[in-house]
């Protein structure tokens, strides 16, 4: 059935993006998305899929053209990172708000200023109200198969949402790791052949698209959208079983990793989340009550569910790999903490920030993290502050601008 | 092309009722434009006066298909809708032969939409993209654009005591798309409707990228009763403010030469946004107008192998 090979999370993309063969790639070049639509113009150029290639001037006109595209009833995808990412922004709301199934890999990249082309998740974070679903892989196995899930969960009929499949740039857009891909035939039977429900191009019935709402309509028009989030809840339940059937790999909102009797639990998404495994697995031999909960899905998020695992659990510790700037902790942490208020026990919640700008993460960060855990258990009490995992204290003084 | 009593009798692409100034000749612009095309047609269009006054949901004024998508992306926009034809086309989904055209102000295309035009057009894409000109950001509250006149009032340009009006000439954006070497490029008005006609003709005919700059004045910013709009869209070629003239692949050709070239206060007297003008310690900006249109429009004469 399958083959097992060697790839980079970009060519693992490229290769799912194959075999989608949407009817139109829309692309601009930013690093680490690059080598991706290197690898798809190959297939384009040898002619191995069918796609109209559509070389714009800027993101903002890929994810305009993206949206012309799927309006026009083409099954139409682009890909981006960072500062595309945040080119793209007002049109991400208008293709969420024109429910159009548009497929996005995203590679996270840190966001300008200042200047830099490593991991974290700014960009896809700061995007995170955009009405975009947000799936997010741990490694290149995992890119390849939620950029295959993801044409479902779009296109399905209630849902009709576009998806961000985020990845980590470099840690898993440039690294070689051994993936497990469909055949052609068993993939293209999964994703299916496209029955869009908008059709620009049928001049027989004409439709009006991106009208203008005034007050008396658009506010239905948005809970209607916040509905297919709900919606998409199920579906992606729904895709994920129906994916393991093809291949024996399963998936859900999240991971649960050695979370049986956890009483202490790192959250954190990404390819932060093979580390934290690794920690895990040793404090465990150690005898130590400790788990891990990767999260896969952020748009929607799985407040209900997670609140559920994480019950049992007495502290966890969120693992954010971006800032929100002012709050009281990162993204990730503001979700957790709230699915977690409605405890009868309380649950003490901490919020680190780690890994801005490609920092790397180390076992020792995380057994740290473990650490704390047990010490707040111990007081019974969190200090709300956010931890800044790994950044240099005698630094935090260094001049913004270079002073010749 | 048809005459007066075919166009009348022809169905209306875009209807009656939406709600459109009393006058509008933007919008006489987009209408006659789409009587002017054979083909079933797929339109996109930029946010501003056009799309808002003609899309409010439930209703639309809109008999074929529509998109809007923002203010600076028609083109890319429809630059997408295209590629999606040629995909559907290509895997047999789609036979009918249609054109794509994409609307624009002149707001959403001289200034906010530029880049996204000029990568359009370089990449060739098969659509007729028109610029219904009107000088001005008016769907905001009629603010300059760069493609307001030198001298005119606007909301963001008002006479005051040291400045007075626009400062800045306005920019050449036909010249700018005819530097893309598009097999057609042109400038008319809606005035000179016949012109104008022929030049959308002629335009939607070809398979390639394709560009119209159409001047189509607008009674609330340019400030003049309701019914004077053709008059004023005419006069601006009788003073050479805004030649009509057309270019294949740069090759620039005259469609109308004025009998005798009126002076351009002919034009602004017209119009209450230069009113200010004319109080007589401001004619100097009235003869440096005047001073810059002779220059393109010499410049333009020998471009078009005319005698100036
Ligand atoms: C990115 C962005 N900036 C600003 C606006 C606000 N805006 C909407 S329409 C418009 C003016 C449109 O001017 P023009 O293109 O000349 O069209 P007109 O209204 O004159 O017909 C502006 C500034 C917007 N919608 N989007
Ligand atoms: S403001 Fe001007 S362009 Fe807008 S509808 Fe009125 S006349 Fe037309
Ligand atoms: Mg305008």
Redesign the pocket.
């Known amino acids: 059935m399958g083959k097992r090979v060697a790839m980079t999370g970009n060519d693992a993309a490229a290769e799912a993006m194959r075999q989608i063969d949407p009817d139109v790639v829309a692309a601009y070049p930013i690093t680490p998305q690059t080598e991706l639509m290197h690898k798809f113009a190959e297939y384009v150029a040898d002619g191995k899929v069918s796609t109209e290639f559509v070389l714009v001037e800027s993101e903002h006109s890929a994810m305009s053209a993206t949206v012309g595209a799927s309006t026009a009833g083409a099954r139409a995808m682009t890909a981006t990172s960072s500062q595309g990412l945040a080119l793209m922004f007002?049109i991400l709301h208008i293709a969420s708000g024109l429910r159009l199934p548009i497929v996005m890999p995203m590679v996270n990249r840190a966001l300008s200023a200042p200047l830099n082309i490593h991991c974290d998740h700014s960009d896809s974070m700061s995007c995170r109200d955009t009405g975009w679903l947000q799936l997010y892989a741990e490694n290149t196995q995992e890119v390849y198969d939620n950029i295959l899930m993801a044409v479902r969960i779009a296109e399905h009929p209630e849902v009709l949402l576009p998806v961000m499949i985020c990845y980590d740039g470099f840690i898993i857009s440039h690294t070689m790791e051994a993936v497990e891909i469909l055949d052609d035939e068993t993939a293209k039977r999964f994703v299916g052949e496209y029955q869009p429900k908008l059709q620009l191009l049928d001049v027989e019935r004409p439709v009006t698209v991106g009208a203008l709402y005034l007050p008396d309509h658009y506010f239905e028009a948005k809970v209607q959208q916040a509905r297919a989030h709900q919606t998409a809840f199920t579906v992606i339940q729904e895709i994920a079983q129906e994916f393991t059937k093809l291949c024996g790999r399963s998936y859900d909102y999240f991971e649960s990793y050695r979370m049986e009797d956890a009483e202490r639990a790192i959250i954190v998404l990404g390819s932060a989340a093979g580390t934290a495994k690794e920690v895990v697995d040793r404090l465990r031999s150690a005898g130590e009550r400790v788990g891990l909960i990767k999260l896969r899905v952020f748009r929607p998020f799985p407040h209900h569910e997670l609140a559920k695992a994480l019950g049992r659990t007495r502290a966890v510790a969120v693992l954010d790999r971006s800032i929100a700037f002012g709050s009281i902790g990162g993204p990730v942490y503001l979700e957790v903490r709230s699915a977690l208020l409605d405890q009868r026990e309380r649950v003490l919640v901490l919020n680190y920030v780690y890994g801005l700008g490609g920092r790397d993460i180390f076992c020792e960060d995380i057994g740290s993290v473990y650490e704390d855990l047990r010490r707040v258990i111990e007081m019974g009490s969190t200090e709300t502050e956010t931890i800044y995992l790994g950044v240099r204290q005698e630094k935090l003084e260094q001049p913004v601008h270079i002073e010749v | 092309m048809s005459g007066l009593r075919e166009y009348m009798a022809q169905e209306e692409r875009i209807t009656g009722g939406h709600r459109a100034c009393t006058g509008c000749l933007?919008m006489v612009s987009l209408k006659q434009a789409l009587m002017n095309i054979k083909d079933p047609v797929v339109v996109g269009i930029?946010?501003?006066?056009?799309e808002v006054v003609s899309t409010i949901y439930p209703y639309t004024a809109w008999n074929v298909p529509l998109i809007h998508n923002?203010?600076?992306n028609a083109a890319a926009t429809v630059s997408g809708v295209e590629a999606a034809y040629n995909a559907l086309r290509r895997k047999g989904k789609i036979a009918k032969k249609i054109k794509l055209v994409a609307f624009?102000?002149?707001?959403?295309t001289y200034d906010?939409g530029l880049q996204s035009l000029s990568g359009a057009m370089e990449r060739g894409h098969n659509m007729l993209y028109i610029c219904y000109n009107?000088e001005?950001?008016?769907?905001?509250g009629i603010q300059r654009?760069s493609a307001t006149t030198m001298g005119a009032w606007t909301s963001t340009s008002p006479d005051g005591a040291v400045k007075l009006g626009k400062q800045q000439l306005q920019k050449n954006l036909t010249e700018i798309m005819i530097a893309h070497d598009l097999p057609y490029a042109a400038q008319a008005d809606i005035g000179h409707w016949k012109d104008y006609m022929k030049k959308v003709e002629k335009a939607a005919a070809i398979d390639g990228p394709t560009f119209i700059n159409v001047l189509s004045p607008c009674t609330l910013g340019w400030k003049f009763p309701a019914e004077d709009g053709m008059s004023i869209a005419q006069m601006a070629a009788e003073t050479c403010i805004w030649p009509l003239y057309e270019a294949e692949h740069g090759y620039r050709k005259l469609t109308y030469k004025p009998r005798e070239k009126k002076p351009v206060r002919e034009w602004l007297k017209m119009q209450g946004r230069f009113r200010h003008l004319f109080r007589t310690e401001h004619e100097p900006m009235i003869e440096e107008l005047q001073r810059q249109v002779d220059r393109r429009w010499d410049l333009l004469l020998r471009l078009c192998g005319e005698t100036p």
């Open positions: 007002e | 933007p930029a946010t501003g006066c056009m923002a203010f600076e624009g102000g002149d707001g959403g906010i009107n001005g950001y008016m769907n905001t654009s």
